[in-house]
């Protein structure tokens, strides 16, 4: 973390601006992230600032992941337990202001990898996989110009994250298409998606091992049932009014979000 770096005052603005769905129009020089860990520091700082202790694996509802190709830098952020959803949800949408949704594949685990402990090899983490799930993600900033942001200030702000609502699981099958399986994702059943579905990483199991080695580095516990989904196939959509979003992914239970 760089030295003059305030990680408590950036995480104050970004849970004050949750609180009162207002959005931020810049960062005062000091409470601007610099690097990387300056952002990962960033949000473990902002979900004690939502009153949780990152340290409490319970406190992590879940986390996100994914990579702007298969040869792009994995980036990824926790996901406070308050911000993850059951299919079903019904959440505000004025909460979000300008809310993108995405359709994604997550996993759920079968066992804890332990705080401290690691580096987990793919093997490891490919073989504790115990379900999978379809998840529609709510992409949301408390920055008012987002996207036009800098990187690590979306980084530092958990990634852009609003919400994560996850459809019921199956077992795990490592024969499920994952590089592009067959879905649709409608809005009031207007689709919401058209084309091949594709996750810019390819196949999102590849992502995992970075995320669970990324989270036990930083001495955090990766609980069994954590949620972590890895990347949009059908890129961001935004809604221009309350509805209701279907994700269906074959082979997988579908996953619905109302926005009110």
Do not use: C
């Not at 949800?89 to 990898?113: D, I, Y």
């Amino acid at each position: 973390m760089s030295a003059a770096f305030d990680v408590a005052a950036l995480a104050r603005l970004f849970a004050e601006a949750r609180g009162h769905r207002a959005k931020l129009d810049d960062l005062p020089e000091t409470a601007r992230p610099t690097s990387v860990d300056d952002a990962f520091a960033a949000q473990e700082a902002t979900l004690r600032a939502l009153g949780a202790d990152s340290n409490d694996s319970k406190a992590i509802g879940g986390w996100k992941v994914g990579a702007k190709s298969t040869e792009a830098p994995i980036q990824g952020a926790l996901l406070p337990a308050s911000g993850v959803h059951r299919s079903g949800a019904r959440l505000s949408m004025q909460g979000f202001g300008k809310a993108g949704l995405e359709l994604e594949v997550a996993f759920t685990f079968s066992r804890s990898f332990a705080a401290s402990s690691g580096p987990y090899s793919d093997a490891d983490i490919l073989n504790s996989i115990d379900r999978v799930h379809a998840a529609i993600e709510v992409v949301a900033s408390r920055f008012a110009a987002w996207p036009d942001i800098d990187k690590l200030w979306q980084l530092a702000d958990l990634q852009n994250h609003g919400a994560l609502v996850v459809g019921d699981g199956v077992p795990y099958d490592e024969a499920f298409p994952f590089v592009s399986p067959s879905m649709s994702f409608t809005y009031d059943d207007a689709s919401l998606f058209q084309g091949v579905p594709a996750n810019p990483a390819r196949d999102p199991r590849r992502l995992l091992a970075w995320t669970i080695n990324h989270a036990v580095s930083r001495g955090l516990t990766v609980e069994p049932g954590t949620v972590i989904t890895a990347g949009s196939y059908t890129g961001i959509a935004f809604p221009a009014r309350p509805g209701t979003a279907t994700g269906a992914i074959q082979g997988l239970p579908p996953v619905e979000l109302h926005l009110d």
